[in-house]
């Protein structure tokens, strides 16, 4: 079973519009979570990153949560632009691990 | 560049033929790991290099697929007698530590992206 999974698959929304992407994780003992954008046909680059202590991180439009009490996430998109339409992958990491646990992402499409 | 580089962005193999597949990281980054991305997918681990060694290789998916750091920076990936099911993207990350913690992070290449026909 996957350590993380996001919801929803994909979704559409209107420039200027908000939205907000869910991410729960099993991984233990965690370390860190990114939140990654993948353009298509790009790989993903890192929009943001928590560890155990921090429980909100922005990065311009972008903010993400962490609850690590209940291990979930959230990216939330404000003002949305037809840039924003891309992939947006959930990655944990475990503090005894180098390798990363992705989500399988959500596909987020901005329309004019 | 700055960033890591993978070539070729796309190749198209008939079934059976054999690939490579190349990885320029950063310079300088100790690590660098291979994944398999499939439509509408994460990202699955394959490889993994701390310099030229190669620490784990769990992730490949059969001896079909074989991958190598010479030197301890330009990698490679190598799929010998491509079937359908390998056709995927393939992308390279690099990290200039092999540690965990909050300064690890792992940088990703553009990926190829593979189709076997």
């Known amino acids: 079973k996957n350590q993380v999974e996001q919801s929803p698959q994909s979704l559409i929304i209107l420039e200027g519009k908000n939205c907000t992407l869910q991410c729960n994780y099993t991984v233990s003992p965690f370390s860190n979570l990114r939140w990654y954008k993948q353009d298509t046909g790009r790989g993903p680059v890192s929009l943001t990153i928590m560890t155990f202590s921090e429980n909100t991180k922005s990065n311009g439009r972008y903010t993400a949560t962490l609850d690590a009490d209940t291990k979930q996430s959230s990216l939330h998109i404000t003002a949305s632009q037809l840039s924003d339409s891309a992939s947006y992958i959930c990655v944990v990491s475990a503090s005894n691990d180098y390798k990363l646990s992705f989500g399988a992402g959500t596909t987020v499409t901005v329309r004019a | 560049g700055a960033g890591v580089s993978q070539s070729p962005r796309y190749k198209v193999a008939k079934r059976g033929q054999d690939v490579a597949l190349r990885c320029d990281p950063i310079?300088?980054?100790?690590?660098l790991f291979w994944y398999q991305q499939a439509l509408g997918q994460g990202p699955e681990f394959l490889t993994y290099?701390?310099?030229?060694?190669?620490?784990?290789k769990s992730g490949l998916p059969s001896d079909r697929f074989f991958a190598e750091r010479p030197e301890g920076s330009v990698s490679t990936l190598k799929i010998q007698r491509t079937q359908q099911e390998d056709s995927a993207v393939y992308l390279c990350a690099s990290s200039l530590t092999p540690g965990q913690g909050r300064s690890y992070e792992q940088y990703f290449g553009p990926g190829t992206r593979l189709t076997v026909t």
């Open positions: 310079s300088g980054h100790v690590s």
């Open positions: 290099f701390q310099n030229e060694a190669q620490l784990d």
